[in-house]
């Protein structure tokens, strides 16, 4: 199966490629779901997909918005000018943004977004109709219903789902909560992620608030659990998936590292063994990045709210991303928290993932020594005992 990852902006984009993705999505500033992402300029999106070729990986570029008659006119030539660009396909929700694609760039694949709610064969044959080449099948499915939809759809036809990240407590990420409170139309890229806020009911006669808890964690009726499908790509695969997705255009570069590198290392291990027994170090690695809890979604038909609370947590902070090779036991880093002499972190790697290093000596830019490093994104250079490899990334547990 295809690992499909996050690309939020330029770092995150080189980080799914370094730690192995075999094809990204992305968006530019406009036309796309994910509006408070860094995205990209058009001409930020030819290097991107220039940057992606190079190193073997697809690019996906979201045109997914449910848009407005104001939203029509750039459409075709902003699709006029990601054919020119060489996209590998674009992510459309809308039958009209279909349309328009298929009359100005007939030759441009396009992938059916999960926004579109497929969920059965008969929806699905609609698109196939409309010449498409992939359907990313609505998140609401379950593994059996997958299982019959591929039977029924040709086979050349790829299906994608999701196998990690945050999900939307409405159907298909169709959410109207986002604009009803803000004005801010989840739909066409602006979602302020309402779902995650505390809730209470209101007694209006009295003007009484009743919270909605069992505890003192709060209300949140509304707040999902996250998806984690990494015990479980083997189902995936036999139910028909192609393409495996993880969601978090706006998650961290370190987020993005990290949960590609452990879904490379699950899906090399299905591909080499004929029982999909995960090693227990790398079903640990998905949660040395900020998650909420852990569900399937509804693959097996379990319930996915998170009661308990809406915020992420983390058992590993993010310390450093080396920028350069280590020359002569020195390497040169860029700090993201703070770390001294004299401390160990562990190291995410794609060859020596997990080995713990010693900060033996910290120097600025001058070479004059440091006791530690805790201005944001300073770079420093580290002496340790171990050489490391531009683009690793150290962290440090809780």
């Known amino acids: 199966m295809e690992l499909l990852a996050p690309a939020g902006d330029k770092q995150k ?9 075999d094809a990204v999505y992305l968006a530019s500033t406009r036309f796309g779901l994910r509006t408070f992402a860094g995205n990209f300029s058009e001409e930020e999106l030819a290097d991107a997909v220039r940057y992606a070729h190079e190193h073997g990986v697809k690019v996906y570029v979201t045109v997914n918005i449910i848009p407005h008659e104001s939203d029509l006119a750039e459409l075709p030539r902003y699709i006029e000018y990601l054919d020119s660009i060489d996209v590998d396909a674009i992510i459309c929700a809308d039958l009209g943004v279909i349309s328009i694609a298929r009359r100005v ?4 694949a396009i992938h059916v977004s999960t926004q579109a709610n497929i969920t059965n064969s008969e929806s699905a044959m609609v698109y196939v109709g409309l010449g498409v080449k992939r359907l990313i099948l609505a998140r609401e499915m379950t593994l059996d219903e997958i299982r019959e939809l591929r039977v029924k759809v040709p086979e050349d036809i790829e299906l994608e789902a999701f196998c990690h990240g945050a999900m939307c407590i409405s159907y298909s990420g169709r959410c109207l909560l986002s604009n009803f409170f803000t004005g801010r139309d989840a739909n066409r890229g602006a979602c302020v992620q309402a779902c ?5 009911i209101r007694e209006i006669s009295k003007d009484q608030e009743y919270p909605i808890e069992e505890d003192t964690h709060g209300s949140y009726i ?4 996250d998806m984690c499908m990494i015990d479980h790509l083997d189902k995936l695969r036999d139910v028909g998936i192609s393409s495996v997705k993880i969601e978090g255009r706006m998650k961290t570069e370190y987020y993005v590292a990290n949960v590609v590198n452990a879904y490379r290392l699950a899906l090399d291990y299905l591909s080499s063994h004929d029982r999909y ?3 227990k170090e790398i079903r640990d ?9 852990y569900s399937c979604g509804f693959y097996f038909g379990e319930p996915k709210e998170n009661l308990d609370t809406s915020l992420p947590e983390s058992t590993y902070d993010f310390v450093a991303v080396v920028l350069e090779d280590t020359i002569d036991g020195r390497t040169k880093v860029e700090m993201r928290n703070k770390f001294s002499v004299n401390t160990e972190l562990e190291l995410l790697s794609k060859t020596k993932n997990n080995a713990i290093i010693h900060i033996d000596k910290i120097e600025d830019m001058e070479g004059n020594n440091l006791i530690d490093c805790k201005v944001p994104k300073q770079v420093v250079y580290i002496y340790t005992d171990v050489s490391l490899k531009k683009l690793e990334l150290l962290r440090r547990k809780k």
């Open 196 to 200: 995650r806020w505390n809730y209470v």
């Open 222 to 225: 509304l707040n999902s659990k």
């Open 285 to 293: 690695e998905v949660y040395k990045s900020s998650h909420r809890d």
């Open 277 to 279: 027994d995960l090693p």
């Open 105 to 108: 760039a007939p030759k441009l």
């Open 13 to 21: 984009l080189i980080m799914a490629i370094e730690y192995g993705a």
